[in-house]
């Protein structure tokens, strides 16, 4: 579904995101807006680093982008938290069918998008039927249990298989099964989803190996923004899970919306000192520093 959507609207992305992205708060709006619209902050932050890099961008434009797209990239989760697998099989049906159409290669990729829509949710269905039988298997249960008692080792694994994933929204899809199976409860889901947050970065560091300076700022800023906000909020996981418990009594959105809460409140809390980030990052990583050209 993402390399769907990322496919049907890749210039136009490109386009905004030059275009629009003036300010640090009109980046991180459009960084959230094309975030929502494609569903891969991956996506959006590999693209991001290759304008850096290419001085087509600035380094604080880049990091409001990228303060916007770990907002938008919670749309996705909030969807699997809904209870939608009656609209799995007519999505699939439809999707495929208009997938074929290939002379007609928007309809197709419109097709692919829906089609894998609809396998979302087909494989959340799967993954909770999956776990069910696990409840009942001592090892499962003993590994679960140590996490519950270690939260910084459930950020751990979140963050270690999310970068394996390439996709925090996968990640945490999984999150979202264990949990309809009361299999984890809220506090171990939370700790997850920080570290799933974590995790998120590596693709984007991958990304920037190759880069110059200004390319590897972006994707360390990208690091330095999650990480912050995880190790601020692991310490006080107990006292976030009870506030997202005031919020909905179903766990699987209370995981979604542990997501969104985090993802909110890490870009707001760090787009007021953009310049601030942008001149600890020019220190971190030496390189030369160059003015986008006019």
């Not at 902050?41 to 380094?59: K, W």
């Not at 249990?145 to 999984?174: K, M, N, P, R």
């Not at 984890?184 to 190996?209: E, W, Y």
């Not at 310049?275 to 971190?284: D, N, S, V």
Request: proline share 4%; with cysteine; charged share 10%.
């Amino acid at each position: 579904m993402q390399s769907s959507l990322e496919n049907l609207a890749r210039e136009k992305i490109q386009r905004a995101l030059l275009r629009l992205a003036g300010t640090p708060i009109t980046a991180t709006l459009t960084g959230l807006v094309l975030t929502a619209l494609v569903q891969s902050s991956t996506a959006v932050s590999v693209f991001t680093v290759s304008f850096v890099h290419s001085r087509l961008m600035t380094l604080p434009q880049a990091i409001g982008i990228i303060l916007g797209a770990n907002v938008g990239t919670c749309l996705t989760v909030q969807l699997m938290s809904l209870d939608l697998s009656r609209l799995a099989f007519p999505a699939v049906l439809t999707g495929g069918i208009l997938w074929l159409a290939r002379r007609r290669r928007p309809l197709s990729r419109l097709g692919q998008t829906l089609f894998g829509f609809g396998l979302v949710f087909l494989g959340l269905e799967a993954l909770a039927a999956a776990f069910a039988p696990w409840a009942y298997e001592p090892w499962f249960g003993k590994v679960l249990s140590s996490l519950d008692e270690s939260y910084v080792a459930a950020a751990v694994v979140g963050a270690v298989f999310t970068g394996l994933l390439h996709s925090s929204a996968t990640s945490t899809g999984l999150v979202i099964a264990l949990s309809r199976e009361n299999l984890i409860g809220l506090p171990t889901a939370v700790a997850f989803i920080l570290g799933n947050n974590v995790g998120t970065c590596f693709t984007a560091l991958l990304a920037s190996l190759g880069s110059s300076a200004a390319g590897k700022r972006v994707a360390v800023a990208h690091l330095l923004i999650n990480l912050a906000g995880a190790i601020f909020l692991l310490p006080l996981t107990i006292q976030f899970a009870a506030l997202i418990l005031l919020l909905s009594p179903e766990l699987s959105v209370q995981v979604a919306l542990a997501h969104t809460l985090f993802n909110i409140a890490s870009s707001l809390a760090f787009l007021p000192f953009v310049p601030q980030l942008t001149a600890f990052l020019t220190r971190l990583v030496p390189g030369h520093t160059y003015r986008r050209p006019r």
